[in-house]
């Protein structure tokens, strides 16, 4: 719409912007040892808080149409156990300035509220957690989610305990759906350790050692910002400085090209942006929800000693 006269029109997005949002929410029905949020509750005031930042972050979503849009949800909690986040992701998915919506789940809700979504847009980045649910009942989640056409990858913490576990589940996994692994925080992997991992994942080896990263050119703060539940954007989630605000428009200003200034990333969500590794194009179309471009092909998965032929298969 034309301003006052005299006034000035708002300053041009980025052509797209991929978003990671991550608002006050922190309580999990998980009890994951090496979680700090493990069976962590919310108190009214604070679920209050949450279901009020998300709703306004995403009525500015669907207002600000001067760019095109990819967004992450990343709750230090679970999410899809609230009604107010799946609400949002449904909404979103139907916007035509939204190429993808996403979220970061334990997989534990039902599913079949996706079947509202746009399943051309909408997709889970889920995590198994074998101490936490049975081996049938994810898997269950997974083929519900297949049998929806919903885009999802499946990942797992590479602690050894769960090793026999995410072999069975990458073997029974249905076709086409990327099972990907993390390097478990605090452990170090000798090559040996490391094998059945990259076996299951062969790009487990970007997870497996922190990337160096000071001085590199990377696309958070350019065309990927972290925005916080007050609307305070950052480059990332792990760089503290703030560019201003979104809700205000004083992020825009310090939107622009600049080199990480930390020494290193050890997470996904932030090294996937960093141009010197080029996993815009491992990840290509799938970048938010951690699908690669193309689906490793992988070997025999052994199960308890017994070697079952994996489906999972494509070009390398």
């Given at each position: 719409?034309?301003?006052?006269?005299?006034?000035?029109?708002?300053?041009?997005?980025?052509?797209?912007?991929?978003?990671?949002?991550?608002?006050?929410?922190?309580?999990?029905d998980?009890d994951?040892?090496?979680?700090?949020?493990?069976?962590?509750?919310?108190?009214?005031?604070?679920?209050?808080?949450?279901?009020?930042?998300?709703?306004?972050?995403?009525?500015?979503?669907?207002?600000?149409?001067?760019?095109?849009?990819s967004?992450?949800?990343?709750?230090?909690?679970?999410?899809?156990?609230?009604?107010w986040?799946?609400?949002?992701?449904?909404?979103?998915?139907h916007?035509?300035?939204?190429?993808?919506?996403?979220?970061?789940?334990?997989?534990?809700?039902?599913?079949?509220w996706?079947?509202?979504?746009?399943?051309?847009?909408?997709?889970?980045?889920?995590?198994?957690?074998?101490?936490?649910?049975?081996?049938?009942?994810?898997?269950?989640?997974?083929?519900?989610?297949?049998?929806?056409?919903?885009r999802?990858?499946?990942?797992?913490?590479?602690?050894?305990?769960?090793?026999?576990?995410?072999?069975?589940?990458?073997?029974?996994?249905?076709?086409?759906?990327?099972?990907?692994?993390?390097?478990?925080?605090?452990?170090?992997?000798?090559?040996?350790?490391?094998?059945?991992?990259?076996?299951?994942?062969?790009?487990?080896?970007?997870?497996?050692?922190?990337?160096?990263s000071?001085?590199?050119?990377?696309?958070?703060?350019?065309?990927?910002?972290?925005?916080?539940?007050?609307?305070?954007?950052?480059?990332?989630?792990?760089?503290?400085?703030?560019?201003?605000?979104?809700?205000?428009?004083?992020?825009?200003?310090?939107?622009?090209?600049?080199?990480?200034?930390?020494?290193?990333?050890?997470?996904?969500?932030?090294y996937?942006?960093?141009?010197?590794?080029?996993?815009?194009?491992?990840?290509?179309?799938?970048v938010?929800?951690?699908?690669?471009?193309?689906?490793?092909?992988?070997?025999?998965?052994?199960?308890?000693?017994?070697?079952?032929?994996?489906?999972?298969?494509?070009?390398?």
């Open positions: 719409m034309p301003g006052r006269p005299g006034a000035s029109l708002p300053a041009p997005l980025p052509e797209h912007l991929t978003l990671l949002y991550r608002g006050p929410l922190a309580s999990c998980y994951c040892p090496y979680c700090p949020f493990a069976k962590r509750r919310d108190s009214p005031e604070t679920l209050r808080a949450d279901r009020a930042a998300l709703e306004r972050f995403t009525d500015w979503v669907t207002a600000t149409t001067r760019s095109r849009f967004v992450l949800f990343t709750p230090w909690g679970e999410g899809l156990t609230r009604s986040y799946r609400r949002a992701i449904t909404g979103l998915s916007l035509p300035h939204v190429e993808r919506v996403a979220i970061q789940t334990n997989l534990s809700g039902r599913t079949a996706l079947a509202d979504c746009d399943s051309g847009s909408v997709a889970l980045w889920t995590t198994y957690h074998p101490g936490e649910v049975g081996h049938e009942r994810f898997l269950g989640k997974a083929r519900e989610l297949a049998a929806l056409g919903i999802f990858s499946v990942g797992v913490v590479g602690r050894p305990e769960h090793l026999e576990a995410a072999r069975r589940m990458c073997a029974d996994l249905p076709e086409n759906v990327y099972l990907w692994v993390n390097a478990a925080e605090g452990l170090t992997y000798t090559d040996a350790e490391a094998a059945p991992w990259q076996e299951l994942d062969p790009h487990f080896h970007y997870s497996r050692f922190p990337h160096p000071r001085g590199l050119p990377c696309r958070t703060g350019e065309s990927v910002l972290s925005v916080n539940g007050d609307g305070e954007v950052r480059r990332c989630h792990f760089v503290d400085t703030p560019l201003g605000n979104l809700y205000d428009g004083s992020f825009e200003a310090g939107l622009g090209p600049s080199s990480c200034p930390l020494t290193s990333c050890d997470c996904h969500i932030g996937v942006h960093l141009e010197s590794l080029d996993l815009y194009d491992v990840f290509r179309g799938g938010i929800e951690r699908i690669p471009a193309v689906m490793p092909r992988r070997g025999e998965v052994k199960v308890a000693g017994k070697s079952l032929q994996n489906r999972h298969s494509g070009t390398p």
